[in-house]
């Protein structure tokens, strides 16, 4: 029975959600409500965008000339097409970031964006648009100081080191019996990993770094495996070690360009 403000009642006329209904929208508050795959398909509509703005802007279909390209692409050191010295090295943290959102032309594009539909829609509904985009920024970094690490010469660009972390959270996931992929996440990291280091100017670096970004994150998101990312709270410490992330892979990247690594 339920005490109701009009006295006892039962639990189908009471007016409260009771049982399995009860549960669900528990979840749907701890989630952050991401159904529908918002974020990633904002993110896919902002790289779509801003390619078609370097192809208006002149920068050719391969998108790797341009002022959009040269003040986002990340590298540690270069000179850019005025004569300037530009780079991670020189200041421009930014490129840490702004480099997921660009891509080597259409291909480079298409095969990226196909993979962020596939593996970041399920995985926002399951953590919803908050965790999801914290995970997704916290990876991108990652794979960017991935990428410094091995090659911090080599011009880079594009979303696949967050994407790597999109799997590296979904194997993290299926360790805790929730599988956002059916029970495939450890499959697709096996191919997409054959197809990083079999295919030439592939970001091997990026791309583990965005992997080891992506697990680190969902683990701080379960309080380091503590509770559960999907249906626990992360509380302060879970946040908190996510920010850790970040800040940890923009140090990497730090000692790194800076020649003390």
Known sequence: MIFAPVGIRCPDHSGQPQGPQKVVRRVQRASGAGQGGVVTRVLIAVMVGIYAAQLAGGSGVNANTGWIFEKGVLIAAAIDSNGNVIGVAHGDWWRLLTAAFLHYGPI???MNMLALWWFG??????LGRGRFIGLFVASGLAGSAGA???????PTVGASGAIFGILGAAIVLERQRTYVFGGSAMTMLVLNLAFTFAVPNISIGGHLGGLAGGILAML????LGRGHAVYGNPGLLGYASLAAIGVASVLVAYFKVRGYA
């Not at 829609?121 to 399951?126: I, N, S, T």
């Not at 701080?220 to 309080?223: D, E, I, Q, V």
């Open 121 to 126: 829609q399920p995985l926002e509904a399951a």
């Open 220 to 223: 701080a998101l379960s309080r």
């Open 108 to 110: 480079h594009l298409g």
């Open 148 to 154: 410094l690490l091995f090659k911090p010469l080599a």
